[in-house]
Nanobody, 118 residues
């Protein structure tokens, strides 16, 4: 059974770059035809899809975040990463990594709270 685990700093200063890593176990991130996503939930708000990287390494981004977001992967470590630049307090959220299979997000990490504050 695949498991996902987010890791990274819990506090980031405004204007800096937020970096998170998702480590995947129990399955390879290069397996056809999975998509590996980043999703966030600000306090008191709904889930927001940020972007994804697929089994071949192609990336997809939310139009509203595309200019600030980069998703990459390290296949040797079975990890994929999120970088969000120029953060503001509005980027404070619980950040999740998840796997999409078909139309369903069928595996999630537990989530990690990132606070943007000076």
């Amino acid at each position: 059974q695949v498991q996902l685990q987010e890791s990274g700093p819990g506090l980031v200063k405004p204007s800096q770059t937020l970096s998170l890593t998702c480590t995947v176990s129990g399955g390879s991130i290069t397996t056809n035809y999975y998509y590996w996503s980043w999703i966030r939930q600000p306090p008191g708000k709904g889930l927001e899809w940020m972007g994804a990287i697929d089994y071949s390494g192609s990336t997809y981004y939310s139009p509203s975040l595309k200019s600030r977001t980069s998703i990459s992967r390290d296949t040797s470590k079975n990890q994929f990463t999120l970088q969000l630049s120029s953060v503001t307090p509005e980027d404070t959220a619980v950040y999740y990594c998840a796997r999409r299979s078909g139309s369903a997000l069928d595996a999630w990490g537990q989530g990690t709270l990132v606070t943007v504050s000076s």
